[in-house]
């Protein structure tokens, strides 16, 4: 019999997924292949990782709870792929990864974005990823411009990746159960970026630097970021975006061609 596993631990967000049809639900949007290496971040109990070692040639799984390796090791020794690791996902060497790579993961709430601008930066190495995430951010990844949900995560998120949502997982497929609703995204690499820009890192500085006072208009925004005034009036007209509009409303091209009139 193996052994009772570690009680969730509240201040890691640890809500362990329990439901079999969401793991086979997401094992077929991933639509691994044998050869195909995954990663998973979060493990958790494994409930998800021993249907990916099924699917997939090998899965490396990062979990940071200690308290869970022997657990893992235990439940999971007869999956001969599985390259546990255990640290930080935020740390990992993402560098690593063979190229193709695909990330099957429910994330770990409380990380979540810091985790999904980690791999995006990884993305030469990334083929595409399955995500389970809060309701709420995965909105934001497949948000367009104008709307509530619309911010730096849609624009940089859809920048690099094409953005799905595949389906709601409710509250009741996790134990504990969460406060909030779930939903399982696609990220499938661009080849290419959805825009052209000339400066990647002058992009992404001007799309935060627009959304940093989201309240205030374009103008505004910038301003308070630094930026001199002169400056500000001078791109957005050779960009032709009109001063008195706020950063939820500009799409992606919007924002590639004021990256290229500003010098930020």
Known sequence: MPSSPPRPL??????????????RKIVAAAKLRPEETVLEIGPGRGILTRA???AARTVIAVELDQKL???????????GN???RIGDALEFPYETLPEGTVVVANLPYYISTPLLFKLLEARPRIDRMVLMLQAEVARRLVAQPGSSDYGILSVLTQYAVEASLAFQVSPGCFRPRPEVG???????TRKQPSVPVE????????VRA????????????????????EQIALALAQAEIVPSRRA???SLEEFATLAEALTL
């Open 52 to 54: 990916l070692c099924a």
């Open 248 to 250: 939820e409303t500009l």
């Open 82 to 84: 599985l390259d546990l």
């Open 10 to 23: 509240k201040r890691l967000g640890q809500h362990f997924l329990v439901d079999p049809n969401i793991v």
């Open 69 to 79: 390796e022997d657990y893992l090791k235990e439940t999971l020794g007869d999956c």
């Open 210 to 229: 627009s959304f940093a006072h989201r309240r205030k208009t374009l103008a505004n925004s910038l301003r308070d970021e630094g930026l001199p005034a």
């Open 182 to 188: 779930s939903a399982v995204v696609s990220l499938v």
């Open 199 to 206: 400066n990647e890192a002058r992009f992404v500085r001007t």
